[in-house]
């Protein structure tokens, strides 16, 4: 807890709020990339590997 007082202090409430928030969607923002990527169009030629689409998968999972 302490470090969070200090990093109010050195940066500002505002900047530390903002880091806080973008670090706790950093899951939903995972999820959100391998929707972009499992579009169809003009990038269906470059697919993903199994490995990643199976790691991305795992991450929906433990999101939901």
Do not use: C
């Amino acid at each position: 807890m302490d470090i969070w007082f200090t990093a109010a202090g050195e940066y500002g409430v505002t900047a530390v709020i903002a880091f806080y928030l973008l670090h706790r969607m950093e899951k939903k923002m995972d999820i959100l990339i391998y929707a972009v990527q499992q579009l169809p169009g003009e990038h269906a030629g470059s697919a993903i590997s199994s490995q990643q689409q199976t790691n991305a998968e795992n991450k929906i999972k433990q999101a939901k």
